[in-house]
């Protein structure tokens, strides 16, 4: 099928799937492969046409973020020349809408691994307790369900390569196994309730809850940050916070909880409703180069 976005609405495919929010794309003879919830997506851009396979319209315009207006969004966020710089480079990119499920394991096995890295877990991990699907003569994996990864053995999940966090995806497994945590009743919840519930899980943190927010949920005023971010902030937005504190986290290894919470409500209020748009443009450019 043939969606025509028309010059009005930017999109690069491309880019929106290789900028670090999603793990489980690949790049195969001019075309991406996926698998969304149950099936196997194929899509390709030419120009300004999407061309896709074994979706319904409706799926692919929530998925790609296609609903955003994406030319506003970026006017909002293009508060300064470093943003400008990225949204001209990266102009298109755009906030995926994932399935929650699979970005909650995702961003809890994520944490403290660079992409690749992430991708083999979560690669294993479908492989293993996923259901197989043949698609063009390839095999593609669902993403496992949470009965799936709560009945697995701590044994079998850390042959994928998990380490600590195999407590981490069993125990939260479980609990959404369990009915005992809704990610669809988060999804209706303002941003704060919604991050004090995400942080209730095990293995759920402060980035990870952002990006479960961002990346799924639909909260475009999350502002996750990490390694790269921090990085970002302390090049080129540190006039913007108390000197002390930036010597401080540029001494640190790692942040705590408390100066991540300032980093991101920097991040929110600078940027405003539409700052997780901001942070996935600087963080990309950032990483890139």
Request: include cysteine.
């Amino acid at each position: 099928m043939l969606l025509r976005l028309g010059k009005r609405v930017p999109f690069d495919l491309g880019v929106t799937l290789c900028c670090g929010q999603v793990f489980r794309w690949e790049f195969r003879n001019e075309w991406w492969y996926g698998v969304v919830r149950s099936r196997v997506w194929k899509a390709r851009q030419v120009d300004d046409a999407l061309e896709y396979e074994n979706a319904e319209e409706n799926e692919v315009l929530e998925y790609f973020g296609l609903q955003d207006v994406l030319p506003r969004i970026l006017r909002e966020i293009a508060k300064d020349q470093y943003a400008r710089k990225a949204i001209e480079e990266f102009r298109g990119l755009r906030i995926l809408r994932q399935e929650p499920w699979e970005c909650l394991i995702s961003y809890i096995c994520a944490t403290y691994k660079g992409i690749p890295a992430i991708k083999r877990m979560l690669d294993q991990l479908s492989m293993e307790f996923g259901e197989k699907i043949i698609f063009e003569g390839h095999e593609f994996y669902t993403f496992p369900t949470a009965e799936r990864l709560a009945k697995a053995s701590m044994s079998t999940l850390t042959t994928c390569g998990l380490g600590y966090r195999t407590k981490y995806v069993k125990e939260t497994a479980k609990i959404v196994r369990k009915h005992a945590f809704d990610l669809e009743r988060v999804r209706g919840m303002p941003y704060d309730e919604a991050r004090k519930e995400l942080l209730k899980l095990p293995g759920v943190g402060p980035k990870v809850a952002d990006c479960v927010l961002l990346f799924s949920l639909g909260k475009t005023e999350a502002f996750p940050v990490d390694v790269w971010m921090r990085r970002v902030i302390l090049r080129h937005y540190a006039k913007h916070l108390p000197q002390e504190f930036i010597r401080r986290i540029s001494r640190e290894k790692s942040l705590s909880n408390t100066e991540y919470a300032r980093l991101s409500l920097f991040g929110r209020n600078y940027f405003g409703k539409y700052a997780g748009y901001a942070q996935e443009y600087l963080y990309h450019c950032e990483r890139t180069h």
